[in-house]
């Protein structure tokens, strides 16, 4: 079964505004990842949160964590055009496992 | 630096037909992995492997078989195809072996199988 549940499962914006999609997950983490997939193309690692952060920043994205609710939000600023693609999350479990496990993923449109 | 390649892109199988997908890296990573695509069920993981000549079974590795007899590469057989196996096949691979880890995972293109 999955960990990682994303929502929405499918966003439209227009350029410019920000786009916001959740992910939750249902056992104890060392870390969750977000990751973008461009259609057809494999995907690529966006930023890393450990357990015991509370938000991170690259760019124009931002994350967060709440391990107390076991979710995670991906944020999004100024979105463009380029942005369009899908968003997964994907947790690493405690316990030294070296596998992750990734989530259904929100699809996100970025309309010019 | 090529990264991560996958051998075929694309690949059409009979049922009952065998076949043997490629994954090679040349980031001198530690971990490999398989994983299928298909529509609204995101990635799932079917076998891994931590280090040359060890392979492990991930979430669904019924019907597969892998093999990491060297470190760059990682295979990933079918040997009796199934329509049910009709998906896309990602490879990655992760941790560079130093002593701060990096989780993240590098991709391949895929791998688009069908099976009829």
């Known amino acids: 079964s999955q960990q990682g549940e994303e929502d929405p499962q499918a966003l439209s914006i227009q350029e410019g505004e920000n786009a916001t999609m959740n992910c939750s997950y249902k056992t104890s983490i060392n870390n969750l990842q977000w990751y973008r997939q461009n259609s057809g193309r494999g995907l690529v690692h966006l930023i890393l949160i450990r357990s015991n952060e509370r938000e991170k920043h690259s760019g124009r994205l931002r994350v967060t964590l709440d391990t107390s609710k076991k979710s995670s939000s991906l944020l999004i600023t100024a979105s463009r055009a380029a942005d369009t693609a899908s968003y997964f999350c994907?947790?690493?479990?405690?316990?030294?496992?070296?596998?992750?496990?990734f989530g259904t993923g929100t699809k996100l449109q970025v309309i010019p | 630096n090529a990264g991560v390649t996958q051998t075929p892109k694309f690949r059409v199988l009979k049922t009952g037909q065998s076949m043997t997908l490629l994954c090679a890296q040349d980031?001198?990573?530690?971990?490999m992995y398989w994983y299928r695509q298909d529509p609204g069920m995101g990635l799932r993981l079917i076998h891994y492997?931590?280090?040359?000549?060890?392979?492990a079974k991930g979430e669904v590795p019924d019907g597969y078989n892998v093999s990491r007899l060297k470190k760059q590469n990682f295979l990933l057989g079918l040997e009796s195809a199934a329509p049910s196996q009709t998906s896309v096949y990602f490879c990655a691979s992760s941790y560079p072996g130093t002593s701060q880890p990096s989780y993240e995972q590098y991709f391949g293109p895929g791998t688009r199988l069908t099976v009829t």
């Open positions: 492997s931590v280090g040359e000549g060890t392979t």
């Open positions: 994907a947790t690493r479990p405690s316990g030294g496992y070296q596998k992750v496990t």
């Open positions: 980031m001198n990573h530690e971990y």
